[in-house]
C-alpha cells in the first residue's frame, strides 16, 4: 500500500449504511442536493398537437387549475406526416409545456384521449424537479 493511505486504528467508517441513506434522501434524483426551500418537484406534461386545437388546451389547463403554461410553434413529422407549418393557421403544430401535480397529469391525459381520433396529437410526462411554484 501507499505509504500514509492506511487506515490507522483510530478511524472511523464515517459513511456507514444510514449516512449513505440521509445523504440520498438530500438529493433528488439527478443527485442534485435539495435545499427544502428551493427545489420544487412536479410533473411536466408535454402536448404536440395541431395548432386549431390551442383553445381548447387552454381552456382544460384553466379548467384543471393548472398555474401556467407554455406554448410555441412546432414542426416536424411523424405517424400523421410531415408538418411543416409552412402556411399559417394550416397543417401547423403547437407544443404546449405545463408542470403540474401527478393528478392533474393524470386527469389531462385522461382528457386529451377524446382528440386522438380526430386530429394530431402526442402527449408524454416526466417527473422534474426545479424553480416553480
Known amino acids: 500500500m501507499i505509504k500514509g493511505l492506511q487506515p490507522d486504528s483510530h478511524d472511523v467508517n464515517i459513511c456507514g449504511e444510514s449516512a449513505v441513506s440521509e445523504i440520498l434522501a438530500e438529493h433528488n434524483s439527478f443527485g442534485v442536493p435539495m435545499s427544502s426551500s428551493s427545489i420544487n418537484q412536479g410533473i411536466l406534461v408535454t402536448v404536440i398537437c395541431e395548432a386549431v386545437l ?4 387552454i381552456h382544460l389547463l384553466n379548467t384543471l387549475d393548472a398555474s401556467g403554461y407554455t406554448i410555441i410553434p412546432a414542426q416536424g ?4 406526416g410531415q408538418r411543416m407549418g409552412d402556411i399559417a393557421g394550416f397543417n401547423t403544430n403547437i407544443q404546449v409545456k405545463t408542470i403540474v401535480s401527478s393528478e392533474v397529469s393524470d386527469q389531462l391525459l385522461e382528457e386529451l384521449k377524446q382528440y386522438r381520433g380526430s386530429h394530431a396529437l402526442i402527449a408524454f410526462r416526466q417527473k422534474v424537479d426545479g424553480l416553480f411554484d
Not at 54 to 57: A, G, I, V
Open 54 to 57: 390551442q383553445h381548447r388546451l
Open 77 to 80: 413529422a411523424g405517424s400523421h
